[in-house]
Structures are given as structure tokens and as C-alpha cells.
């Protein structure tokens, strides 16, 4: 799998960095709030996991799947709602956690959903933003590492479901959209 990337963008060091520091921030941000933390699955369920161990907070955990991507590199355009949360966020701070936005459509997408149930606050985090991507006017509150306008696998990110598992973030080898 490892030979499969051409080049490393962020290293697992670079990672445990960001995370740090964006727990840290978000820490300092909700003190003495009790914030709904929502997962975007799959691809954040990583920087989930890592970040929220840094946040001294009390929360409440929860995920949310939506699909836009289809296996491929290019995004569809359209949302689809696969897993909803099962907390009642009305009234509630809620803290969306993303693995990256790239054009913005999902960060809209689930923006107006939770404002729609009445969210007091809803804030996005992100372990990484392509802002060239973007085709939707959206902006993270949080953002942890810049990438450029390529497509990137590794800590949550797939390729055709493979390379999640990845500890770090790099980019395919050309041939591999090719061959497999
Ligand atoms: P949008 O375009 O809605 O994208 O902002 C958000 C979701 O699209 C996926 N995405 C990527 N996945 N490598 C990936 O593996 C990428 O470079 C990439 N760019 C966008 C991702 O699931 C994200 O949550
Ligand atoms: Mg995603």
C-alpha cells in the first residue's frame, strides 16, 4: 500500500500537531459549554478520534454519513444523507468534524440541516482545507492543514476505499488510477 504514494503531503507528526493545537483552540472556545461533536464518516473518523482527546470539554459524541464522492476523485454535486445523528441538537452548540472540504457542497449541506433542527451554534472543524476547490461559498472555523488543489489519501481519506488506514497524508501515484 505504502508504495503506492508518491509523496508524503503531512506526516503522522504533522497530524498529531494540528490536532493538538486545534483541541487546544476548541477548548478554549466552548469553556463551560457542553458542545455536540459530529463526526462526518468515513473519512474524519481518525482526526475524530485524536482531536476530541485533546478538547477538555464535556461533549457528547456523534456521527453523521453523507455520500458525495461515488469511489471516484471528482465530486458528484449532489448529498445524500446515509447515517443521520441521533442527538436532538436543538438548542445545542454542534462542532461538525471534517477530514477536508474541497468545493463546500457538503459543508453546506450539513450546515443547513442541523440549522434547520435549531442548532444555537454550529462550527466546523477541519483537518484539511483545499480552498481552490471550492464551488459553494463555505469556510471551516477551524482549520488544521492547508492542501493544494489535488487529490489526497491516507488518515481517513480513500481512494476507492483503500489507504484510510494510511498514517499519514500523501498523493497517488499517477498509474494507480490506471491499473487498480
Ligand atoms: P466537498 O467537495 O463536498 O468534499 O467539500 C467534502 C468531501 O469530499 C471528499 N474529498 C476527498 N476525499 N481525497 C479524498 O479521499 C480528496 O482529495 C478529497 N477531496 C474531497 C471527502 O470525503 C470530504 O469529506
Ligand atoms: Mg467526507
Known amino acids: 500500500m505504502n508504495n503506492d504514494i508518491l509523496k508524503t503531503l503531512y506526516s503522522k507528526e504533522d497530524i498529531t500537531d494540528a490536532c493538538r493545537r486545534l483541541g487546544q483552540q476548541i477548548t478554549t472556545d466552548y469553556k463551560d459549554r457542553k458542545p455536540v461533536v459530529v463526526g ?103 482549520v488544521g492543514l492547508e492542501v493544494p488543489n489535488e487529490f489526497v489519501v491516507g488518515y481517513g481519506l480513500d481512494y476507492q476505499g483503500k489507504y484510510r488506514n494510511l498514517p499519514y497524508v500523501g498523493v497517488l501515484k499517477p498509474e494507480v488510477y490506471s491499473d487498480k
Open 40 to 142: 462526518v464518516l468515513k473519512g474524519a473518523i481518525f482526526f475524530m478520534t485524536d482531536i476530541v482527546r485533546e478538547m477538555d470539554l464535556y461533549m457528547d459524541i456523534d456521527f453523521i454519513d453523507v455520500s458525495s464522492y461515488h469511489g471516484g476523485t471528482a465530486s458528484s454535486g449532489t448529498i445524500e444523507l446515509m447515517k443521520d445523528i441521533d442527538v436532538d441538537v436543538n438548542g445545542r452548540d454542534v462542532i461538525f468534524i471534517e477530514d477536508i472540504i474541497d468545493t463546500g457542497r457538503t459543508l453546506k449541506y450539513l450546515e443547513d440541516l442541523l440549522a434547520e433542527r435549531g442548532a444555537r451554534s454550529i462550527k466546523v472543524c477541519t483537518l484539511m482545507d483545499k480552498p481552490e476547490g471550492r464551488v459553494v461559498e463555505a469556510k471551516a472555523d477551524y
